[in-house]
């Protein structure tokens, strides 16, 4: 369903992510991992057609992200970490108009919005104002708004950030029911949440792939998420440090060719 091929996005002389692949199969729960500024971000932002790369391919579906970003942005439902909400629209009024401007047809609004209603648990307060719901609810409209189109994939940052514990657990129990009929891509820091839900986890450190392994293979081998994760970091960040000595020497010999 989604094939990610050596994706790179710089910044001038910043790289934020580097030749970047994984894939993810067809009703998957793809867990991606990663400690802060790791590039996770970055990738979703690209996959989702919010921003170019600089080099590498994504595949949706079969359609090319950068060629045919609109066929794609109609197979993709995106659930940014802050949810894109109107906070003085109520929540009915706010998901129809996001089902017009995510090209649903004028007949099939009602019904989609009834649909994304139901599916996130949000009936009872359809009429009340996003501002005044309180975060947990935010995060249903910000599932409900990303579902509205019906897409075969959803692409979550960090669904569950300040949630209270009974909230984490309603919009956990959500993304299970929502999984396999869709694929799904969760970014998280919260380890025992892919451990929960995800069949497959991918983790990023400084930009690049560190780790890609199906979750049922990891545990066959009685390791634990938070073990496999410090590893992989771990072995990422040795990786670099020679690399970075290395520039570190060149810069020094530089700078001392040019004062001599």
Do not use: W
């Not at 991606?32 to 979703?44: D, R, S």
């Not at 309180?134 to 940052?157: C, E, F, M, N, T």
């Amino acid at each position: 369903m989604i094939e990610v091929r050596n994706l790179t996005k710089r910044y001038g002389d910043l790289t934020a992510i580097r030749d970047v692949t994984f894939s993810v199969a067809k009703g998957e729960v793809l867990g991606f991992l990663g400690p802060n500024g790791a590039g996770k971000t970055t990738t979703m932002r690209i996959l989702t057609g919010f921003m170019p790369a600089t080099n590498g391919t994504i595949t949706v579906d079969g359609f090319d992200v950068f060629e045919d970003s609109f066929e794609v942005r109609k197979r993709i439902g995106y659930l940014p970490e802050n949810p894109p909400l109107y906070l003085d629209m109520a929540v009915e009024g706010f998901l129809r108009f996001v089902a017009r401007i995510k090209g649903v047809q004028r007949a099939e609004v009602a019904e989609a919005t009834e649909r994304a209603l139901r599916i996130c648990g949000l009936t009872d307060v359809r009429n009340r104002l996003t501002g005044h719901l309180s975060k947990g609810y935010r995060q249903r409209v910000g599932l409900a708004q990303a579902l509205i189109h019906d897409p075969p994939v959803l692409v979550l940052d960090e669904p569950t950030i300040g949630l209270d514990p009974r909230q984490i657990i309603e919009i956990r129990t959500l993304i299970r029911e929502l999984a396999g009929e869709r694929t799904v891509i969760l970014s998280t820091h919260i380890l025992p949440e892919v451990s929960q839900i995800c069949e497959k986890v991918v983790i990023l450190s400084n930009g690049r792939v560190a780790l890609q392994e199906r979750m049922a293979d990891l545990m066959s081998r009685g390791l634990s998420l938070e073990d496999v994760f410090l590893q992989a970091i771990s072995r990422e960040e040795a990786a670099d440090r020679p690399e970075a000595e290395a520039e570190e020497a060149n810069e020094r010999s530089t700078a001392g060719g040019e004062a001599s």
